[in-house]
């Protein structure tokens, strides 16, 4: 065996450059054997098709599954709703399947209620839902000449009361003659806006017994508060500061022991006070 570590190439044989040189050799197309690529489909085939069907067989145990089958509801954030009104509301998941239970469309049920400023419904796997309601808050009693009905600070009619039952509010009045009232509509009358930020202005201010005031609304420049037996014309706008120069009226009034029939805030930067004749 001869060994080559030793040998030594001629100069004239040797090469001038050290580049390595890379030759492609085509070897041709590798064949796969005869009938492996339909095979490979078919398989692919029958595992959707098993996929899909197992699929299906799963969504029917669970669509008819008794463990699924809504067994109650759970309803949170109720004071002023009856027992009658949120029967109605959870009645439409009877017999339902959790996964089959039309959230969307009990919400809206829910919300029809004049009462219900906002529902949200949640599912509680296996079988249970979970209503959350944001009640509205009764603020002012609307009367009209048609009677008289609880409403909100939006001024959304949330019921009519009977006369019996007004006392049992003790709440603010605001008196609208010719207006239009129906249950679960908001008021839609011109001055109710008004007025109804003459009251927050009121309670925010203090001093005064809510229940005992009376704000007549037939409009917003004829807007009048009615309160221990006197008449104060406020109008429309700047609220805060009318109050002030009733405040500073009244302490005058009282100074000088004299009795008022009404006074007439409505003048800019200026008040007429009628005074009782004895």
Known sequence: MKDYKNVRVRRS???GTKRIYVKRVDG????????????FKMITVIM???????????????????LFVVAGVDVKGVKMLGERDIKDIV?????????????AA????????????EARIYRRLPNRITMVFTERVPSAILDTSTGRYLMDGE????????????????????AIRDCRARIGEPVTAEGLPEALQLIDEIA???GWQLADVTVRADSSDSLTAVYAGYQFKIGSGHYSEKLRRLAEIITDVKERRLEIAYVDLRPERQAAVMVKKK
């Open 204 to 206: 925010a201010r203090g």
């Open 13 to 15: 044989n040797r090469t």
């Open 155 to 174: 001024g959304m009619i949330l019921e009519r009361l009977p006369k019996d039952q007004v006392s049992a509010w003790p709440l603010p009045v605001v």
């Open 91 to 103: 009645d439409i998941f009877n017999g339902q399947n959790i996964f089959r239970a039309d959230l």
């Open 48 to 66: 959707l098709a098993a996929t899909g069907f197992l699929s299906w067989q799963a969504y029917r145990a669970i669509m008819h599954a008794d």
């Open 28 to 39: 041709g197309r590798i064949s796969s054997r005869p009938g492996t690529g339909a095979l």
């Open 106 to 117: 009990a919400v809206k049920r829910a919300e029809g209620n004049p009462w219900i400023k």
